[in-house]
């Protein structure tokens, strides 16, 4: 009886907790579907569902020209940020070398600064050498920013990989390069899946790097340009939820393939170092 | 794992076991040197992008904080002047306050729910729960910008909030949340919440699977229901994890920026107003670098002290 009622209880206070992360996406996802102008922000299913939001919404905040950014931004970050983690982690993993316990405390420090503390003096570097206000103003920051996370994550996996492995291969005469490239990475598949899923997460979703370097509405990223348009057009609540809607979708449709790297990634990743 | 890699490759490298002699100690100094350089090699271009854009900027911001300066005209020395304010000056004081009590809202909720879940899903049986961690990780993914666009619905005046409690009668409680005084800032704080509970508990669930099922099984044979199981076995297992949780969430929690930007402001007045945004508004917006910089390096101070804080009382009790 007791196990039936816990179980009961178990199952009420789970559902509670999913309710309590569903029914907000609902909101979001109801509001955009309104009629163009109610305020209702509340859970209904609208009467006539307005799918022409979204056109409306794509159009009216640019969300090409700011879609484009963001993917230009992301194809800037992720592969040279993840192949240079990989050799922070090759080195840090596999190598034994004078400094390496120095080095890899001054990266993890990068983990704990606060952002906000860094941008300030970034700005200014930027702008005198003509950087702000171009891709590569938020590309390059952002390579360096994910580096502690990158060189830690990679590295636990290398250190993870059988000795012998190397062994082998060393005995082989094969150079360091070729043993990164034909002997590790070919069984790293999964490490690097995960670590550039979360690279295209927090470069799609980064927010106050993009608002203090870019003011060219031309090269704006996809959150930026939402936080503006939330700005401008207060009253337009279906239009608003629309645009959420637009710029969540390509994060959540890598989610919901990549779920299992994504947990793995933040949560077991940190366990592990 | 790497220096027992190191000394066997010195093995295979001198090749047969002579004794060590004076030419095998050099080249075995040598070879080791050899080694440094490739990971010397490979580290120039990760270690040089981390410091060009985090550590040399982060120093420069602590210079900046010694001194006044409006970001275009030249530089007055100001010694410790903008550290002084941060402490007295009450816009600045209040923000420095809320990092702290966003700790509560950030960490201590998140953390006491999921253990609360935790102990509900975990222990003697093991269903997995995959699609309940999923939907309750979700929000660490989202865009903070999206996030916060979301609960300024939920906490309208019309939202999902205001609903909610004229369903269950208490309709004259509700209000337009996120332009109160006293609500503004808890109604933020919660987001912060709904964010890292998914994070949190997705920590536990990991480390809570570890747990040998026998000692479960002990105390319930000893007569020790659920209660129990979770005092005395699960809770010292996730000791770490629950050190881990706390890190990462204090660290979010006192650098927040994205949702306070996007659905407050700070506002109304500085009801909401956190280091993070002030910094911003300080820097780019009142051109007051100096005193964004010194309120900059207080806040890195404070993470530093809480981190350094909580590792501590992990390692003390473990």
Known sequence: MTTRLEWLGTRAVMLFALLSIVIPLLVIATTALEPPGSLNTGLSWPAHPHWGNFVSAWSVAGFSTLMRSSVIVCIGVVPVGVVLATCAGYAFGTIDFPGKRVIFAGLMIGLAVPYEAIVIALYYNLKSVGLTNTYLSVILPLIGAFMPFGAFWMRNHFAHTPVALIEAAQMDGASDLTILTKVLLPNSRAALSTLAVLYFTWTWNQFLLVLIMIQDPARETAPLGLALFVGQYTTNLPLLSAGTLIVIAPVMIVYMFFQRQFIAGLAHGAIKG | ?318
């Open chain 2, 1 to 318: 794992m790497s220096t027992v890699l190191a000394g066997q490759e010195t093995v295979a490298a001198t090749g047969s076991a002579t004794a060590v002699t004076q030419p095998g100690r050099r080249r075995r100094l040598s070879r080791k040197w050899r080694r440094a350089l490739v990971a010397y090699a490979f580290l120039l271009l990760p270690v040089g992008f981390y410091a060009v854009f985090m550590i040399l900027p982060w120093i420069q911001t602590i210079v900046l904080s010694f001194y006044n300066w409006d970001g275009i005209g030249t530089k007055t020395g100001a010694g410790f002047s903008n550290f002084v304010h941060v402490f007295s000056d009450p816009q600045l004081r209040v923000a420095v306050v809320h990092a702290f009590e966003l700790m509560l809202y950030f960490c201590v909720i998140p953390i006491v729910s999921a253990l609360f879940l935790t102990a509900l899903i975990t222990g003697p049986r093991r269903p997995h729960w995959t699609f309940t961690r999923a939907v309750l990780f979700l929000p660490q993914v989202l865009p903070a910008v999206a996030v916060a666009v979301i609960w300024q619905w939920m906490y309208g005046e019309n939202g999902f909030i205001n609903q909610a409690l004229r369903w269950v009668g208490l309709g004259r409680v509700a209000q337009p949340w996120l332009a109160s005084f006293t609500w503004a800032f808890p109604a933020v704080g919660l987001v912060g919440s709904w964010i890292t509970l998914g994070l949190c508990l997705a920590f536990f669930i990991a480390g809570a699977q570890r747990i040998p099922i026998e000692l479960y099984e002990a105390i319930a044979t000893d007569g020790g229901g659920r209660l129990r199981q979770f005092r005395w076995v699960t809770l010292p297992h996730l000791r770490g994890e629950i050190v881990i949780a706390a890190t990462v969430t204090a660290i979010s929690a006192m650098s927040a920026f994205d949702i306070v930007f996007v659905m407050t402001g700070g506002g109304p007045g500085v009801a909401s107003i956190v280091p993070g945004l002030l910094i911003y508004q300080l820097a780019f917006t009142a051109f007051n670098v100096g005193q964004a910089s010194a309120l900059a390096v207080v806040l890195s101070l404070l993470v530093l002290l809480v981190i350094t804080v909580l590792r501590l009382a992990g390692r003390e009790r473990s």
